[in-house]
């Protein structure tokens, strides 16, 4: 995975609560992931809806759809995967480049945001 080299940089800035609540809140996040990941190993682009109710789902294939529950942080979130990782924890980081999703413990990006979308146009 790649590792996150802008937080050092003065135009990197980390999500705080309210804007992740704005940013995730009721969306779809379609997310550029990284070839060479466990949960994507040929990367892709893959639909994060994050529900108004705290649900959570993620399709990474046609075969395999993660469900679950999210819930904020004061600068990230977290989410218990019901068919996955329990207490995966993620922080969004705000760059002039784009955003890009970011594990809470390891700092290796997860994906970058390739667009967002109100509601659940995928049906997850």
């Not at 802008?6 to 992931?33: F, K, P, R, V, W």
């Not at 639909?47 to 819930?71: H, I, M, Q």
Request: net charge negative.
């Amino acid at each position: 995975m790649t590792t996150l080299l802008a937080t050092g940089t003065a135009h990197a800035s980390t999500m705080n609560e309210m804007q992740l609540d704005g940013l995730l809140t009721g969306n779809t996040l379609y997310l550029n992931i990284p070839a060479g990941g466990p949960a994507l190993p040929q990367g892709g682009t893959v639909p994060f809806k994050y529900g108004a109710d705290g649900s959570s789902s993620v399709r990474l294939s046609n075969e395999l759809t993660l469900v679950g529950t999210w819930k904020l942080g004061e600068n990230h979130y977290c989410v218990d995967w019901k068919n996955g990782p329990k207490n995966s924890c993620t922080k969004i980081i705000k760059t002039e480049d784009g955003i890009s999703l970011v594990d809470l413990n390891s700092d290796e990006i997860r994906g970058t945001v390739d667009r967002i979308v109100p509601g659940n146009p995928e049906r997850l």
